[in-house]
């Protein structure tokens, strides 16, 4: 089974600065990763599939890069809106799909 | 607009039974992979079970095999999970999830807002 290791546990920051988000595989996953975002009391949200294709309606500040186990997750310039949980997920045995434990993104 | 509404959760015992629904509108459920997964208080996500859009083909976490059931009826936009011998450690937010189409494959697309199960004696 694959393992899907997020850093940093919690992430700092202050509106208008850059995010960088990092997702690691225990084995090579190619391209197959998604980025989610969540925010209390609400569903996950969609926003890059195929480790660097931004999903309908994601802002253009939000992009993924990576393959095989090393992956980021970057948001280019934060928005109030963008504080959040952000989970990876590998889809390279579908349906057998994994999820990192998540990256909270918190205002500094 | 694609909406999945969740339904079914509340309180069980250990050793109990629930039966979750959830009921899909804005797009052809029928040509549709439907996941459940699941979020337990303050941990990760991660996915229980999965069945095709025709249900020829099923998929359940290790954690609950043998004892959760997938089913869906694509009449009635519904999917379902059936859930037999409930432990403490089943307790979480169930979300129904719908499999998207992205380069070849899957990834869940839209989420349901997630109906809360607890096993608790």
């Known amino acids: 089974e694959i393992v899907l290791t997020q850093s940093p546990a919690t992430l700092s920051l202050s509106p208008g600065e850059r995010a960088t988000l990092s997702c690691r595989a225990s084995?090579?996953?190619?391209?197959?990763l998604a980025w989610y975002q969540q925010k209390p009391g609400q569903a996950p949200r969609l926003l890059i599939y195929?480790?660097?294709n931004r999903a309908t309606g994601i802002p253009a500040r939000f992009s993924g890069s990576g393959s095989g186990t090393d992956f980021t997750l970057t948001i280019s310039s934060l928005e109030p809106e963008d504080f959040a949980v952000y989970h990876c997920?590998?889809?390279?045995?579908?349906?057998?799909?994994?999820f990192g434990q998540g990256t909270r993104l918190e205002i500094k | 607009e694609v909406q999945l509404v969740e339904s079914g959760g509340g309180l069980a015992q250990p050793g109990g039974s629930l039966r979750l629904s959830c009921t899909a509108s804005?797009?052809?459920?029928?040509?549709?992979?439907m996941n459940w997964v699941r979020q337990a208080p303050g941990k990760g996500l991660e996915c229980v079970s999965y069945?095709?859009?025709?249900?020829?083909?099923?998929y359940y976490a290790d954690s609950v095999k043998g004892r959760f059931t997938i089913s869906r009826d694509n009449a009635k936009n519904s999917l379902y999970l059936q859930m037999n011998s409930l432990r403490a450690e089943d307790t979480a937010v169930y979300y129904c999830?719908?499999?998207?189409?992205?380069?070849?494959?899957?990834?869940?697309?839209?989420w349901g807002q997630g109906t809360l199960v607890t096993v608790s004696s």
């Open positions: 195929d480790a660097s």
């Open positions: 069945i095709s859009s025709g249900s020829r083909n099923m």
């Open positions: 997920q590998e889809r390279s045995a579908w349906p057998r799909i994994t």
């Open positions: 804005g797009f052809t459920f029928s040509n549709y992979p």
């Open positions: 999830a719908r499999g998207g189409p992205y380069g070849g494959s899957f990834y869940p697309d839209y």
């Open positions: 084995q090579s996953v190619s391209t197959s």
